[in-house]
């Protein structure tokens, strides 16, 4: 039901936030427990983006099972939302839920 997401602590000079992240893997409990009644509803809450991150979350780590994943957060706030790593690759996942859509360039 809850996935513990693990902060990705590189050996830097930064000073990084180190709890861990909490999501509720189930985005229809989440809605359910929040109320959110329809896709219209969904959009004008303030629970979307963690609604979204949840739903990117999950798929992506499914379809790459066997990597290990983690958070990154700095206490300045940089932050990145899911860091993927298998062995020496790692890869980084950033998820923005937006009413609009924007090309990345």
Do not use: Q
């Amino acid at each position: 039901m809850l996935r513990i997401l693990p902060p990705f602590t590189p050996n830097i000079g930064k000073r990084l936030v180190k709890s861990p992240k909490i999501y509720l893997r189930d985005t229809g409990i989440l809605h359910a427990l929040l109320r959110i009644d329809s896709f219209d509803d969904l959009l004008g809450h303030p629970a979307l983006g963690a609604s979204w991150e949840t739903v990117v979350l999950e798929n992506v780590m499914a379809a790459l099972s066997g990597w290990d994943a983690f958070f990154y957060r700095t206490a300045a706030g940089a932050e990145i939302d899911l860091v993927l790593t298998r062995g020496k690759r790692k890869l980084a996942v950033e998820c923005k839920a937006s009413a609009a859509y924007s090309a990345a360039n």
